[in-house]
């Protein structure tokens, strides 16, 4: 076993040294985040700390602002302290780990890097999150055991949200020292970490930036627009919507500059060096300052009247959005197709011969994504052995760090190996010598159906090594069928004992199919296994129930329909809080709704740490219908010991607010914060791992004696309280700050949350919570102005507020 890691130091305030500070934070790591003394303090403040320490508390305050948040919840910024490299580096002698984030010029880390060996202790790990600088140049003068203990850490930015960890070691890195951080960068922070070797902008930005560069020169060569290349490039070539340009506006175009220039200078023999030239016209907007985002505007910007401009590279004036029409009717067309290699095929079209002469916005674009793909594949495989000896990690690299959902190497077995190969050639494309091998030794694709990956350097398959907890519900299951199964859902067998539900309707909707298979589900756990996950699949865990079909309902005024759908809901959910064995739910992304009410009936939770939860039903004018009003309010209830003398008045007005607001957690963490899930719950950092940490979680409950939890009921403010909410309603109304059915909705809330007129009169039982819930969210289906949100939200993705 390594040391552990518990405190750490991270001297650089900046963008990436806070958001670095941020996430060691949020893996309970304690942060001293320090930066240099403002330069010009007047003789007053040269003696006031707070003054001396100003840039690293600015640091810290700007991670506390960020938006998307840094931090998982604000109380985690109570682990970093701040303070300055001249007055603090004492206190860096406690710490196991130091991260440098300053500016990126060798002098400025010299000069770190020879204070911290006088201060550090020989355990601690010095770490540089430099983009490109070599080891060698950056460790000049530093001792052979400083050297043993350094290496580079490179974080992607924004840290919390980037999964990609690019490790870097010098030829003096201890392997202990390696090992220790590559453990604590995917045990500990959830990373995924790739092995690079030491040269310019490492495995990530050498052939990210590269593919982006090659994009703007291949759409000056073709004539397109830059909404052209980002249609393209975009999902149909399944890399994330930001595609090219948007993603530089993001990244910032200053940023970009200097990743190329750094290649440009640092790689004078590089084949495809003129690619990292940056266009006349991208220098230009870096000197008039349209660097994107943090500027205002970059390739577009959003105009006076809200429209999303674009910045026009012939004329450097900005214009209306463009491009070509039949471009941009083939990319929403591939972006509909869920999976990412057969949008690669369709977009490219490997059995076009005439690809390259026919004319046509389509055949263009096709000719633009197979010119763009084919150079930036053979790019990346002419780089394996340089900047890693991995094909696997240049494919983790761009699916964790670009967002990519295909690296170069997988999108090549996607097109067909020997396709791709043949076509490159005749199209003079240069391909390395490492291909031909591969090739004669009658190799067909890069990662084969038996579990291997070929080693372009050995010249043969290898076994893929992969992390046995990261595994996927495909992976896992059993059998050649699932257990149970219908139009909505299904149920497979995961092994050990251990049941999976998956819904498989559209964006994992609950529907009268999958509330029907939840409770068959239940009940084939209880009396063939050990306990239940439910695990989806897509991009989300689940937004909601499937809201067509209560407007079709509403709509056609069946009444009685909707009892039955929401009662069924309702059982389903208790089924599972009821349940023999553990039913753990795993949410991840958008969990709203009727999602969240899945999770709060599952009673156990194991969240990704990106999960953003809440019960948003009164953006389509109705409240909670699966027996959500009542399990949160229960948590609410839980969490206070027994004999305690609280106002459930209280308890039932933060409830009510978060309901009634649409609060949405921004974490997993921040979710239990609100009692969205139970302070118990787990929290898998690396949702990769989720499944498996799930599975882990069920395990232990069932091996641990479970039983399932007695029903509750509780005294609630009743009349009085629905007196008291509605009065602060009135004032909303009063103020323009709600409307009158914001009103409306609100009070049914109130009715269903203070357990009704009698609430107070003696214990609400569960069974006496659900009907009131049931019949105003019937009543609110009734409601005009509520159907009208329903209709707004099915045409328009987003709420209508009337």
């Known amino acids: 076993m390594s040391l552990p890691i ?87 002698e406690d710490c196991d780990l130091v991260i440098e984030a300053v500016i990126e010029q060798i002098e400025p880390k010299r000069a770190l890097f020879e204070k911290l060996e006088r201060v550090t202790k020989s355990t601690c790990i010095v770490a540089s999150n430099t983009s490109g600088l070599r080891i060698a140049d950056m460790t000049a003068g530093r001792s052979e055991g400083f050297r043993r203990r350094f290496l580079v850490m490179h974080f992607f930015n924004p840290v919390r949200y980037m999964k990609l960890l690019e490790l870097v070691g010098g030829p003096d890195t201890a392997p202990a020292t390696f090992d220790r951080v590559r453990r604590f960068g995917r045990d500990v922070l959830g990373k995924g970490v790739v092995v690079g070797k030491d040269t310019p902008n490492f495995i990530g930005n050498r052939v990210g930036v590269h593919a982006l560069l090659l994009a703007v020169h291949l759409m000056l060569e073709e004539g397109l627009s830059p909404e052209d290349v980002d249609g393209i490039t975009g999902e149909p070539l399944g890399h994330p919507k930001s595609a090219s340009f948007r993603t530089a506006d993001i990244v910032g175009l200053d940023t970009l500059v200097h990743v190329a220039e750094n290649c440009v200078t640092s790689l004078p023999h590089d084949e495809d060096r003129p690619v990292f030239e940056v266009p006349p016209y991208i220098r230009s907007m870096v000197e008039k300052k349209l660097l994107g985002d943090k500027a205002k505007g970059g390739f577009y910007r959003r105009g006076k009247d809200g429209a999303i401009e674009t910045l026009d590279p012939k004329t450097l004036e900005y214009r209306a959005r463009g491009g070509d029409k039949e471009i941009r009717a083939l990319c929403k067309e591939l972006a509909a197709l869920e999976d990412p290699a057969e949008r690669i095929r369709r977009l490219v079209d490997m059995g076009d011969a005439a690809g390259s002469t026919a004319q046509g916005g389509k055949a263009l674009a096709r000719r633009f994504a197979w010119r763009l793909l084919s150079r930036s594949m053979a790019y990346a495989a002419r780089r394996v052995g340089e900047i890693t000896d991995d094909i696997t990690a240049i494919d983790e690299a761009m699916r964790w760090g670009y967002n ?207 999960t953003y939860a809440g019960l948003v039903e009164v953006g389509v004018g109705l409240i909670p219908g699966g027996g959500g009003n009542m399990n949160l309010l229960w948590h609410a209830f839980a969490g206070v010991p027994e004999g305690t003398n609280v106002d459930p008045y209280t308890l039932v007005t933060q409830v009510f607010k978060n309901i009634a607001l649409a609060r949405v957690a921004t974490s997993a963490e921040e979710a239990q914060a609100l009692g969205y899930f139970g302070a118990e719950s787990g929290v898998s950092f690396d949702r990769a791992r989720q499944l498996a940490d799930a599975k882990a979680r069920i395990i232990g409950l069932a091996e641990s004696g479970y039983h399932p939890p007695a029903a509750r009921a509780y005294v609630l403010p009743g009349e009085s309280g629905i007196a008291t909410l509605t009065m602060m309603i009135d004032t909303l109304v009063a103020a323009g700050q709600a409307t009158l059915h914001d009103a409306k909705i609100a009070t049914k809330l109130a009715e269903v949350l203070c357990g009704g007129v009698g609430g107070s009169a003696r214990e609400v039982t569960e069974s006496e919570m659900l009907e009131l819930e049931r019949e105003a969210f019937v009543s609110l289906c009734g409601e005009p102005k509520s159907q009208e949100r329903m209709q707004y939200m099915l045409m328009n993705n987003k709420p209508l507020r009337n």
């Open 404 to 610: 990519w959902e295909l690296g170069p190497f997988e999108t090549w077995d996607a097109l067909g190996f020997d396709a791709v190969v043949d076509r490159m050639e005749r199209d003079g494309v240069s391909v390395p010598a490492s291909i031909g091998r591969m090739r004669s030794v009658g190799a067909k694709a890069f990662y084969s159906p038996d579990g291997r990956v070929f080693d372009l350097l050995a010249g043969q398959y290898k076994p893929l090594v992969t992390d046995p907890r990261v595994a996927t519900l495909t992976v896992l299951r059993k059998g050649g069928a699932p257990v149970l199964k219908n139009d909505g859902a299904e149920a497979w067998d995961l092994g050990d004992g251990v049941l999976g539900l998956t819904f498989k309707s559209k964006a994992n909707s609950i529907d009268a199919d999958v509330i029907k298979l939840i409770g068959e589900a239940v009940a084939k756990a209880e009396t063939e296994f050990r306990g239940m996950v439910v695990a989806n699949r897509g991009e989300h865990f689940c937004v909601g129930a499937n809201l067509f079909l209560v407007a079709m309902a509403a709509g056609q005024k069946a009444w009685g329909d909707l009892q039955s759908m929401i009662g069924n809901f309702q059982l389903a959910c208790q089924r599972m809080k009821y349940a023999a064995v553990p039913v753990v739910a795993a949410p991840y992304g958008m969990t709203l709704g009727g999602g969240l009410e899945v999770c709060l009936g599952a009673g156990h939770v194991q969240a990704a740490a990106e």
């Open 6 to 92: 518990r405190r750490a130091a991270v001297v650089g305030a900046g963008v990436m040294g806070s958001g670095i500070a941020a996430h060691l934070a949020n893996a309970g790591v304690q942060v001293l985040l320090m930066d240099i003394i403002p330069p010009g303090l007047g003789d007053r403040e040269k003696n006031d700390r707070a003054a001396r320490n100003r840039f690293a508390a600015g640091g810290l305050d700007r991670a506390l602002k960020a938006k998307p948040a840094a931090f998982f919840h604000k109380d985690r910024a109570r682990l970093v302290t701040v303070g300055n490299v001249e007055d603090d580096l004492g206190r860096l």
